[in-house]
């Protein structure tokens, strides 16, 4: 069971970044997929999640209007919309699974399962 998170990189304020977590060993569909981002010196903080039961999705208010969730199921994948990127977004962006079937969104440290982390720069 492995979620792989990629897509990160440098882009200029202003850009757009598409970032991907492919699930391998398990279907991504039926679990939660929570984005988080750690930034230099921050502690962590979730950046969105993905339901397994309705398909909702739910951005933090900081970023909504900037960040939207999608998943391919037939990649087994979910992906993170970045538009309209500012420097203060620059951080390691980790994608994770609580890998329990059928739940809602859970608290943020329920997550059991996490995927190696893309740095995603902006530079001003």
């Known amino acids: 069971v492995q979620l792989q998170a990629s897509g990160g990189g440098l882009v200029q304020s202003g850009g757009s970044l598409r970032l991907s977590c492919t699930a391998s060993?398990?279907?991504?569909?039926?679990?939660?997929i929570g984005w988080f981002r750690q930034a230099p010196g921050k502690e962590r903080e979730g950046v969105s999640c993905?339901?397994?039961?309705?398909?909702?999705?739910y951005v933090v208010d900081s970023l909504k209007g900037r960040f939207t969730v999608s998943r391919d199921n037939a990649k087994n994948t979910v992906y993170l919309q970045m538009n309209s990127l500012k420097p203060e977004d620059t951080a390691v962006y980790y994608c994770?699974?609580?890998?329990?079937?059928?739940?809602?969104?859970?608290?943020?440290?329920?997550?059991?399962?996490w995927g190696q982390g893309t740095q995603v720069t902006v530079s001003s």
């Open positions: 060993g398990f279907t991504l569909r039926y679990y939660v």
């Open positions: 993905m339901s397994s039961t309705d398909d909702s999705t």
């Open positions: 994770a699974t609580d890998y329990v079937p059928g739940m809602t969104c859970p608290p943020a440290g329920s997550y059991e399962v």
